[in-house]
């Protein structure tokens, strides 16, 4: 079985964003990407079968990045947006406070797919790690 996913031009650095950003893997547009649920998530994309951590360990760090990046981000872009629009401080503190839980905690399977975006762009996927992908293909196919 061949999958043509893997002789796949690699897509563009924004089309990745944009995937990663709407929960997409970011190779192929799979939807989900690594993710079955919301909040439940395998090793490799559910679409083309690349391992999201294609043998780097520090995988995960880079995703708690990516967390980080965007609840700050968020946080810090309503505060200016506050600022030069001139809403008030309590308003502006609650909208911000509630910021801090829910994106974090809605964005967690984004902080993924954007960081999988960003690590195949510097990291390439390998001849070896479509081979790994078909072979995980192929073993849900027989499962
Ligand atoms: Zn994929």
Redesign the pocket.
Known sequence: MTNSLHSQKTPSLPKKLLRGLLRQ?A??G?KG?FFTTWYTKTDN?Q??G?SRERGYEGFELGAATMGVFMTFGSIISWMIISVVVGIALVPLLLIAGALAVFVPTLGYPLTYTVWFAIDITFRSPTAEDFAQAQAWLDNRALA
């Open positions: 893997c190779w192929c799979g990407g994309c679409t083309c690349l």
